[in-house]
């Protein structure tokens, strides 16, 4: 018997995997090459006694046990008993399960054509081009577990779907409240089925963010208003997806397989141990990661894993977008197919990862990180370049950027607001994700009163404002923080992944409190929209229109030259107005002093300098004769 991980490579299968419903019958399958034998353990119900035990038939060529049972098994619960040398005994899971009971203890046959809800359509229409996209990320639960939400299935999944839901004041809040802001795509921390949250509480003292897997093809149950059912949650997610989708919203649905959260119970480890993650020479699980342990993508059965999970999910639940958690831990052709796989089911379906560099034993030029993402074209990278340079290092809470004081950050600034125009990392606009904020970073507001804890509040306020303006005007595609456009605070909370609803939480009274800052971001969106000349697709078009007027003094200044008319962007980080010089001419006005007006209605008439207000944006339209 063969136990070097890597010579497990030689019993690939790239046939289905789980538990393959009919109605007919159901043929369960499962990859083990290193196990003797193994049984599939049936039970007596959801929750009963084990009832009956199956002898597993082997297929030695590829390392494949199989068992089928005639009849229609939708419902069967079971798990499988894996016997190694020495009479080594794992019981677990189905890894490729696609139900589980509560707190994802047992799998459970599905016919998934049974949990599809009552109105669950088609694939939306292909969408048109990644860099028209607008990314919102919420947590399901913090958006809608407040008192002062309006929503009645708080914390649900059933929740998010909620349409009418209104704050005390009569704002619009949950699904309505995204969809007034205008953006394009929500992105959903996970969804999948997590350890930490004990799923028998109706509601859970614990509180996670989801980046813990236990069943990647599972849904994750403390969504569900009934937990204890298997289906409940599936129908519930596909549930809330639709009514995504019949607002107009896509869905990105935040994947987390560079790690797991404890490896000696996970179904990776006790079916095959060993395999599917990453050792160091002595032995011990490496840890680029920074959890504990490493999946290892470059193994023929982890990558087709991720890939069988991705078309998974992409097909039964009609995601939009998947944004991969610690991409750099994985390697460039796992993630090129990926891409592949998601062409063929939809070439406009977004891929984003975080390609930090991190070290794992896979070689450097393997990485699927910011340093290889020309080897990687179609698949966006955060771009911490640009949350740097806005609001300074994210790891200091008193680190300053252009928004507050930082005189040097102008051209990294600037060089990040062109997407990067001028380096050698990316192949084109579409692989720059742009933002200051996310949900494992400070909240800018955080930043900016821990930076200057005695500053005035509408100082602050206006700070903001210009933050959101250059990720909004910035080349590439802009990413949003829930919240982020109503100063959401978690009270100075950087990582806050396990702290309660009170950190966590959306305040819904904030949307009225700063209605200002709330309409400029939606006003913002719309320009960004509006003007072609902000959503360029390539390097070269950039280069060709783009000019950097200036780049010091806390003011970074832009020119887009476009068919018949100039697009004029000043930011000023200063805290004073500056009177701005530009070429003589007639400009209508889009943006000034934090108002955005999309017709240009105000018009300055031969006019050779203009006042920028401070800590402002100012968006200029000159018509050339």
Same mark, same amino acid.
């Given at each position: 018997?063969?136990?070097?991980?890597?010579?497990?490579?030689?019993?690939?299968?790239?046939?289905?995997?789980?538990?393959?419903?009919?109605?007919?019958?159901?043929?369960?399958?499962?990859?083990?090459?290193?196990?003797?034998?193994?049984?599939?353990?049936?039970?007596?119900?959801?929750?009963?006694?084990?009832?009956?035990?199956?002898?597993?038939?082997?297929?030695?060529?590829?390392?494949?046990?199989? +068992?089928?049972?005639?009849?229609?098994?939708?419902?069967?619960?079971?798990?499988?008993?894996?016997?190694?040398?020495?009479?080594?005994?794992?019981?677990?899971?189905?890894?490729?399960?696609?139900?589980?009971?509560?707190?994802?203890?047992?799998?459970?046959?599905?016919?998934?054509?049974?949990?599809?809800?009552?109105?669950?359509?088609?694939?939306?229409?292909?969408?048109?081009?990644?860099?028209?996209?607008?990314?919102?990320?919420?947590?399901?639960?913090?958006?809608?577990?407040?008192?002062? =939400?309006?929503?009645?299935?708080?914390?649900?999944?059933?929740?998010?779907?909620?349409?009418?839901?209104?704050?005390?004041?009569?704002?619009?809040?949950?699904?309505?409240?995204?969809? =007034?802001?205008?953006?394009?795509?929500?992105?959903?921390?996970?969804?999948?089925?997590?350890?930490?949250?004990?799923?028998?509480?109706?509601?859970?003292?614990?509180?996670?963010?989801?980046?813990?897997?236990?069943?990647?093809?599972?849904?994750?149950?403390?969504?569900?208003?009934?937990?204890?059912?298997?289906?409940?949650?599936?129908?519930?997610?596909?549930?809330?997806?639709?009514?995504?989708?019949?607002?107009?919203?896509?869905?990105?649905?935040?994947?987390?397989?560079?790690?797991?959260?404890?490896?000696?119970?996970?179904?990776?480890?006790?079916?095959?141990?060993?395999?599917?993650?990453?050792?160091?020479?002595?032995?011990?699980?490496?840890?680029?990661?920074?959890?504990?342990?490493?999946? +290892?993508?470059?193994?023929?059965?982890?990558?087709?894993?991720?890939?069988?999970?991705?078309?998974?999910?992409?097909?039964?639940?009609?995601?939009?977008?998947?944004?991969?958690?610690?991409?750099?831990?994985?390697?460039?052709?796992?993630?090129?197919?990926?891409?592949?796989?998601?062409?063929?089911?939809?070439?406009?379906?977004?891929?984003?990862?975080?390609?930090?560099?991190?070290?794992?034993?896979?070689?450097?030029?393997?990485?699927?990180?910011?340093?290889?993402?020309?080897?990687?074209?179609?698949?966006?990278?955060?771009?911490?370049?640009?949350?740097?340079?806005?609001?300074?290092?994210?790891?200091?809470?008193?680190?300053?950027?252009?928004?507050?004081?930082?005189?040097?950050?102008?051209?990294?600034?600037?060089?990040?607001?062109?997407?990067?125009?001028?380096?050698?990392?990316?192949? +084109?606009?579409?692989?720059?994700?742009?933002?200051?904020?996310?949900?494992?970073?400070?909240?800018?507001?955080?930043?900016?009163?821990?930076?200057?804890?005695?500053?005035?509040?509408?100082?602050?306020?206006?700070?903001?404002?210009?933050?959101?303006?250059?990720?909004?005007?910035?080349?590439?595609?802009?990413?949003?923080?829930?919240?982020?456009?109503?100063?959401?605070?978690?009270?100075?909370?950087?990582?806050?992944?396990?702290?309660?609803?009170?950190?966590?939480?959306?305040?819904?009274?904030?949307?009225?409190?700063?209605?200002?800052?709330?309409?400029?971001?939606?006003?913002?969106?719309?320009?960004?929209?509006?003007?072609?000349?902000?959503?360029?697709?390539?390097?070269?078009?950039?280069?060709?229109?783009?000019?950097?007027?200036?780049?010091?003094?806390?003011?970074?200044?832009?020119?887009?030259?476009?068919?018949?008319?100039?697009?004029?962007?000043?930011?000023?980080?200063?805290?004073?107005?500056?009177?701005?010089?530009?070429?003589?001419?007639?400009?209508?006005?889009?943006?000034?002093?934090?108002?955005?007006?999309?017709?240009?209605?105000?018009?300055?008439?031969?006019?050779?300098?203009?006042?920028?207000?401070?800590?402002?944006?100012?968006?200029?339209?000159?018509?050339?004769?």
């Amino acid at each position: 018997m063969v136990h070097e991980p890597m010579q497990l490579d030689q019993f690939y299968y790239d046939g289905a995997l789980g538990a393959l419903y009919q109605e007919q019958y159901t043929l369960f399958r499962v990859w083990a090459p290193t196990a003797l034998s193994v049984e599939l353990v049936l039970f007596e119900g959801y929750y009963g006694r084990p009832k009956r035990q199956i002898q597993m038939f082997r297929k030695q060529e590829v390392g494949i046990f199989e +068992a089928k049972l005639d009849g229609d098994q939708h419902g069967l619960t079971y798990r499988y008993r894996l016997t190694f040398a020495e009479q080594e005994v794992n019981e677990t899971v189905d890894p490729y399960g696609k139900a589980v009971t509560v707190n994802g203890r047992r799998s459970v046959v599905v016919d998934l054509s049974r949990t599809d809800p009552s109105n669950w359509g088609e694939r939306m229409p292909a969408f048109s081009n990644p860099l028209d996209a607008v990314i919102y990320e919420v947590h399901v639960r913090d958006l809608t577990i407040a008192k002062n =939400s309006g929503i009645n299935h708080k914390g649900k999944f059933l929740g998010l779907a909620e349409s009418g839901t209104q704050s005390k004041m009569g704002l619009a809040t949950g699904l309505d409240y995204i969809v =007034s802001l205008g953006v394009t795509h929500v992105e959903l921390l996970p969804i999948f089925d997590f350890q930490t949250v004990d799923e028998t509480i109706e509601n859970p003292l614990e509180y996670n963010w989801g980046y813990d897997p236990q069943n990647y093809q599972s849904v994750e149950g403390s969504y569900a208003t009934d937990p204890y059912d298997p289906f409940c949650r599936i129908t519930e997610l596909k549930s809330m997806i639709q009514a995504f989708h019949d607002k107009g919203l896509r869905v990105i649905m935040d994947v987390v397989f560079n790690h797991v959260y404890e490896v000696e119970s996970h179904a990776f480890q006790l079916t095959v141990p060993k395999y599917y993650f990453r050792y160091n020479r002595d032995g011990e699980l490496t840890n680029g990661t920074g959890v504990g342990n490493d999946t +290892a993508s470059e193994r023929l059965m982890m990558r087709k894993y991720i890939l069988d999970s991705i078309k998974f999910w992409a097909e039964e639940y009609q995601i939009d977008g998947f944004r991969f958690d610690l991409m750099g831990i994985h390697d460039l052709q796992t993630m090129n197919q990926v891409r592949e796989l998601l062409d063929e089911i939809d070439p406009s379906i977004l891929i984003i990862g975080e390609g930090w560099n991190m070290y794992t034993p896979l070689p450097t030029e393997e990485q699927a990180n910011s340093l290889n993402a020309k080897g990687m074209p179609r698949i966006g990278q955060f771009n911490d370049g640009i949350r740097e340079a806005i609001k300074g290092n994210d790891f200091d809470a008193e680190a300053r950027g252009f928004i507050n004081g930082a005189w040097y950050m102008e051209e990294k600034l600037v060089n990040n607001l062109l997407a990067h125009y001028d380096s050698y990392l990316f192949s +084109a606009p579409n692989q720059v994700v742009q933002y200051c904020e996310a949900h494992d970073n400070y909240t800018l507001y955080d930043r900016l009163v821990k930076a200057d804890p005695f500053l005035a509040k509408d100082i602050i306020i206006k700070q903001q404002e210009l933050a959101l303006s250059l990720v909004l005007l910035a080349q590439g595609i802009p990413f949003i923080h829930a919240g982020q456009e109503f100063l959401r605070t978690k009270f100075g909370i950087r990582d806050s992944y396990n702290r309660p609803n009170m950190i966590n939480q959306i305040d819904w009274d904030r949307p009225q409190k700063y209605q200002h800052t709330v309409e400029y971001t939606r006003q913002l969106i719309q320009l960004r929209k509006q003007e072609s000349l902000l959503r360029q697709t390539t390097f070269e078009e950039i280069h060709q229109t783009a000019e950097i007027i200036q780049a010091y003094d806390l003011i970074v200044a832009l020119r887009y030259a476009g068919e018949g008319y100039d697009l004029l962007l000043i930011f000023n980080g200063n805290r004073e107005p500056i009177h701005f010089n530009i070429k003589r001419g007639d400009y209508y006005v889009l943006v000034e002093d934090g108002v955005v007006d999309l017709q240009g209605n105000k018009k300055y008439t031969a006019v050779q300098q203009i006042e920028v207000s401070a800590y402002s944006t100012t968006v200029l339209k000159k018509i050339n004769n």
